[in-house]
């Protein structure tokens, strides 16, 4: 979508991840959104209760694909982002045949912008992203002479569920990461897996001299249009993370502390946004209507009676 009539339309966008990486997308949509006057929403799914996804089979991520592009489907939204790239090397093919609106990942995006601008291409990500070639694959479909060195980093998604995104436990963490990136001489680094943008500062730190690729930049170029470069320059300072929705298969409190962490919130601030979604319900949810959610303290859990093809009335009311 690169016209402003077009972008227009575009009101709600569901996005899913195994856990908090896929805010660091919602953030820059936030930002680019917000800088382009769009009044987008969106709704964000987390599965933590069964995050880490990277080293899941293909047909356990399949599965988990399926029945949250079919939850998000029923959520009125217009657009659904694929804010977790193990979910995307897997299942993206599927996820467009169940889905009745357009899916966007941020493979494709992303290979397009480095395969003709850079030589040596180092892309950190999960195991199973790695395995899958993801990233080579559509790098080299763009430009076969584009070099690329995939490294699997399974250890860096739980310091970023767990709120660690600096400091000598995650140098030392990656610090093997940056040796492989040295050794193979990358002129560049794409974060390829979401939790991954909020460990720049630290990646930065250890290796400096190369450029780095934050793949959420791309997609929104795909999906709102206009210079990427607006969300840094036109987006106001205060954005209103709060008037989306937060759904989470785990705890909401925990996802919530995390949340707000990452996305550099005071504490609380996220509290009346998320509803806690019991697993057995997502885990039953293929094509079917949502569940109604009702209150309980300052978060929701879902209910196994009534349905509703909307979003629950325990959202926010902004929503």
Not at 12 to 22: A, I, M, N, T, Y
Not at 108 to 125: E, S
């Amino acid at each position: 979508m690169n016209d402003n009539a077009s972008n227009e339309r575009i009101k709600r966008v569901g996005l899913f991840d195994s856990g908090v990486g896929g805010l660091s997308i919602l953030r820059f949509l936030e930002k680019q959104a917000a800088a382009l006057g769009v009044p987008v929403k969106f709704v964000y799914f987390a599965d933590t209760a069964r995050c880490p996804y990277g080293n899941r089979s293909s047909e356990e991520i399949r599965r988990f694909v399926e029945e949250i592009v079919s939850f998000l489907d029923s959520s009125c939204v217009d657009r659904i982002v694929m804010a977790c790239n193990t979910s995307a090397a897997v299942a993206a093919h599927r996820a467009r045949e169940i889905s009745s609106v357009p899916v966007h990942d941020l493979i494709f995006p992303t290979a397009k912008f480095v395969a003709n601008k850079y030589k040596r291409v180092g892309v950190v990500a999960t195991s199973t992203t790695c395995q899958k070639r993801a990233f080579s694959s559509a790098i080299t479909q763009v430009n076969p002479d584009c070099r690329v060195i995939e490294i699997p980093a399974p250890d860096l998604v739980p310091l970023v569920e767990s709120g660690k995104l600096e400091g000598p436990e995650v140098e030392a963490t990656i610090k093997k990461y940056v040796e492989q990136l040295e050794t193979f001489n990358a002129d560049s680094l794409i974060f390829g897996c979401t939790h991954f943008p909020f460990l720049e500062a630290a990646f930065k730190k250890l290796i400096p001299n190369i450029s780095f690729v934050d793949p959420a930049v791309h997609l929104s170029m795909e999906l709102l249009g206009s210079n990427s470069s607006s969300a840094e320059t036109k987006a106001p300072s205060n954005l209103n993370f709060k008037k989306n929705v937060y759904f989470t298969t785990g705890s909401a409190d925990a996802f919530s502390t995390a949340a707000e962490h990452c996305l550099a919130l005071t504490a609380g601030t996220l509290s009346e946004s998320i509803c806690g979604m019991a697993l057995e319900q997502i885990e039953s949810f293929q094509l079917k209507p949502i569940p109604e959610i009702t209150k309980t303290g300052s978060h929701s859990v879902l209910l196994d009676s009534s349905v509703s093809t909307h979003i629950p009335s325990a959202a926010p009311s902004s929503f």
